[in-house]
């Protein structure tokens, strides 16, 4: 079974830098796309920052200039620094992920559970 999981959030003040991590587990052979969506309470899910190659990222207008996705091993997938946090940024955030793995194989989209981000002072 493939599954994503997310470490990193916290409380932090404005201004202030988080790091969060997607680890992955199971078997899977190819990830085509990895992402970092947000939800904060009673609003909808949005994208945050998506990869799915070395120089095809993407960023929401809200984050750019201030959030950076990148990918390391196939055991932490994707991770997104986050700097000059700003209260607005409050939400959990999703590991997301499009891979070809599990038993038997096949190409899914993927959820992690999420990890709450708080950004207040």
């Known amino acids: 079974q493939v599954q994503f999981v997310e470490s990193g959030g916290g409380l932090v003040q404005p201004g202030g830098s988080l790091r969060l991590s997607c680890a992955a587990s199971g078997s899977f052979f190819k990830i085509y796309a990895m992402g970092w969506y947000r939800q904060a309470p009673g609003k909808q899910r949005e994208l945050v920052a998506t990869l799915a190659s070395v120089d095809r990222t993407n960023y929401s207008d809200s984050v750019k200039g201030r959030f950076t996705i990148t990918r390391d091993s196939a055991k932490n997938p994707v991770y997104l620094q986050m700097n000059a946090l700003k209260p607005e940024d409050t939400a959990a955030y999703y590991c997301?992920?499009?891979?070809?793995?599990?038993?038997?194989?096949?190409?899914?989209?993927?959820w992690g559970q999420g990890t709450q981000v708080t950004v207040s002072s």
């Open positions: 997301n992920a499009d891979a070809y793995g599990g038993s038997p194989p096949a190409r899914n989209n993927y």
